[in-house]
Structure formats: C-alpha cells, structure tokens
C-alpha cells in the first residue's frame, strides 16, 4: 500500500483564532515539467459540492490544471478525479462519502488515476482520518488554504506515488493573478473577500475558510472590467459576509463603495451574496437603489424569528432589528426581491419560539427561501448545547416551516403573472429540453419557449403561469 505523507493537518484550535496575519500575492503558478509532461492527453474532473465559494474554487483548479495541460472529462473517468466538498451539515458531508465510495470503480479500472479530496470538509482532522481508514483508493488532501499548491503535490504524487495529506488550518495569503477556467461565458463569480469572522454558533464556515479578509479594491475593479469586456452579462460579488467588505483596511472602505465602483462598470446585471443582517448600511440600500444594473433581490438570512434564539446563535440583532431592516429596504428600493435562510431546531427550540419564526415569514412576505433542520457540527459552540428536541418535533417544524414560507412566495410568484420581465437565459430547461430556463433580475425561475441562440442574453419574458418555485412564460420580441 502507497506511503501517506503529512504534510499539515488542520487543527480547530489554530482554525478558531484570528490574530494570524496574511499577505498578498501576485506570482504566477508554475508547472513544472514533470507536471505537463505528465497532462499531455490526461484528463481531469471536478465534483464540486457547497456554496459559491466553492464554485469558484473549482474554477481556479480547473485553470490551474489547464494550465498544466489536462482537459476537461465530462465524467468520473478521468486521470484526476477531485471531489471539492462543502462541510456545512451533516448530509452535504454524507453525500460526498457516498461519492468517494463510487470512486473506487473508477481506481479498480484505472489504477494511475488520482483521486484527490478537498474543499471544507476536509479542514476537519476527524474527516481527513474517517477517509483515510475507510476509502484506501483516495491518493490526494488538499485544504482550502492550499489549492494553489496543487501542482507541487501531484508533481510529488507522480514521481513518488505515495498518498499526501497537506490541509493548512489557517489562510496565509490572497492570491491574485491565478488561473480559471470559468464555468460559465455569461454569468461570473467574483470573490470579494475570503473567510468569515461572525463564528455564528452553529456555523464550521469560520473554522473551514478561516479569518475574514478582503481583497484590494483594484483587484477586484479590474477582474469585473475583464469580464465585461469578455462580455459577461452578469457579475455577483462573493463573501460569506459581503458587508464586512473593507473592514480589515481601516481606512473608510466600505461595500456600499465598493458595489457602486462595479455598478459604475456597466455590467448589465450585478449581484452580491451574502448580507449579514447585522451591519447592512443604509448607505448600502441607498447604492442598490440608485442603480439600475444592481439587481433589487437581496439573500437577508434571518436564520430565525426567536431573539433568544438569534442571541444562543450568535447573530448579532434581535427579530425587531430584522423586520426594521426589512421595512426600511421595502421603503426604499421598489419591488426588491427578499431571500432568507432559516433553521429549525435549533438546540432547545421551543415551540414558542418556533411560532416566532412563523411569525417573522409571516412579517418578511419572502419570494424565496432555503430552509434548514439545524445539523450539529463539531466544534462549534451549539454542538456542545444539550438539545432536547426530538427528529420527530424537528422535522414537522420543518413541514410547517415550509408550508408559511410557500404562501408568500406562491404569492410574490403568482403577482408576476401577467407581467414582463428582464430574463438571463441560462440554457435548455432540465426538465424539458424543448423549453428554456433563466432568471429574472429578482432570481426567479423562468422556462419559456425559445431558440439556443438566445443562451447568455437577457430577453424580455411575460409571465403566463405561476408555480410556486417556477413561473413559466413566453418570449416578447426576440
Ligand atoms: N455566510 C452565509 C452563508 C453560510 S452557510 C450566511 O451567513 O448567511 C448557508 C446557510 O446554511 C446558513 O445561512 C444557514 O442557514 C445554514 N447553516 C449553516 N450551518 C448550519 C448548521 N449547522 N445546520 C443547519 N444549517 C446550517
Ligand atoms: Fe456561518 Fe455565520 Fe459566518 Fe454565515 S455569518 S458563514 S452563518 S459564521
Ligand atoms: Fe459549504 Fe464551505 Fe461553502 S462549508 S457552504 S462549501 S464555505
């Protein structure tokens, strides 16, 4: 059996503080020759799982590899197969361990293929061990922080063949000017800054991406003018808290500035996730209502209507803060699109409070929402809380959650009908191939008639009918 190298391995201790300092980088990755003598005719293939951050660690991966000489596979058969995986509860993790059991197929047929693992699951210490006692055929653990030293690894992989595990706990450095493959022509992901610094109780992201930390505004600027002149039509702003943006320069930048600089870009449509209703500026609604190329949908996670709970979560505001908040967006940017997360079950719940969050669905008239039974995860704070709630009484308040959130957004759906909207079309419906799908500019889903053609355009739709979670509509004037 293959040797296992460590090179690092993450550590919850060092993950949790935040006095660590970072630098930035602007060098070019180097391939060595080993490395693209090696890709010559191999092929690669990335599985990602999780949220957007982890969408465009995948593109990085990708142009490095490509830059390296692999191709894209359009499966798992591939020389290099990476599973980028997303921590966040406990059934994304229970997928990817489902997946990497699929993988060992694949390495019976082709024994020189590498199979590697990364992304946040596996800046935990637990996961790196459960992988390597259980699923033998895994070669490659990388970390979060590390992604760039991917060629040095598989140039150490081929020459050697032993199996290496390399997670660094904490983030060292930014790094710009890094190759991508984008995953899409016309819709791009733009990070602004990395890490998260709420440690919101139930939460891993502050342990599996580290201290927050934003990048130079130029940088930023100038990655936004490149895409608008590759002709992307829309550009979202990535942080786990974008309206900490800035912070960490204490010289005066703020988000608010920083989404006026790109809406001054003209990209046709701008969006930016996730607002932390903690610290969200009214200067920041003054930006987005000023601007007819930032988008009026806003992703406000509430995470739940309890101030007590909101207090045992970690989340800085109570319920009567939220719905100001909502108020005073409403009040000030017409027919805004509001999103939210919530969580049910969390630690100790009671019914009462529970009714709560009923009650703040009730107040916020969402038009989309992501909904989840609180999943404990290890060293966060909440894991610890001894939790009274049964799966039972958890899952019907997921139920009745689901149910209060569907009025509203039904409703928001159903008030469309009738009307025209701006649609991004983003390519033929998964459903039904003769149809195509897109979003409007408050991130509704739309299928209509077209032509493929109109893939990566923004066209004019009306609403013909509305279901809850799609509307379907026909093309004006293509
Ligand atoms: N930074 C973003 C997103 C973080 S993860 C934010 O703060 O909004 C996305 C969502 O996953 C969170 O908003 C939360 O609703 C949910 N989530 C995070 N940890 C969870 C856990 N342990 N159990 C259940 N849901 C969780
Ligand atoms: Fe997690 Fe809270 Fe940070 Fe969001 S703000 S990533 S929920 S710790
Ligand atoms: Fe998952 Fe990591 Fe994103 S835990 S939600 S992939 S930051």
Redesign the pocket.
Known sequence: MAKCEFKSLPDAKLQRQRNTSFSFSYDEINISETLSNYAKGKTYYIHTYG?QANYRDEEIISGILTKAGFIKANDENADIIILNTCA??ENAEDKVFGKIGELKAIKAKNKNAIIAICGCMVQQIHIINKILDIYKHVDLIFGTHNITDLPKLLDEIILKRNKIVDVKSQPSLIEENLPSTRLSSFKAFVNISYG?D?F?T????PYTRGKERSRKMEDILNECRELKEAGYQEVTLL???VNAYGKDFKDGTTFAKLLEEVAKLNIPRIRF????PWDFKEEMIDVIAKYDNIMKYI?L?V?SGSSEILKLMGRRYTSDQYKQLVTLIRSKIKDVYLST???VGFPNETEEQFQETLEMVKFAQYDSA?T??????NN?P?AKMVDNVTREEKSSRFKRLVAELEKSVSASSMAMVGKTFKVLVEGASEKDSSMLSGYTEGNKLVHFKGDLSLVGKIVDVKIIVSHTYSLIGELINA
Do not use: E, M
């Open positions: 949220c966040v509860r998260c709420k919101c139930y939460c891993i992201v942080g786990q808290n996730l996730t607002s932390h992703h996670p995470q997360d919530i969580i992501f989840f039974i609180y999943s404990p995860r966060t909440a």
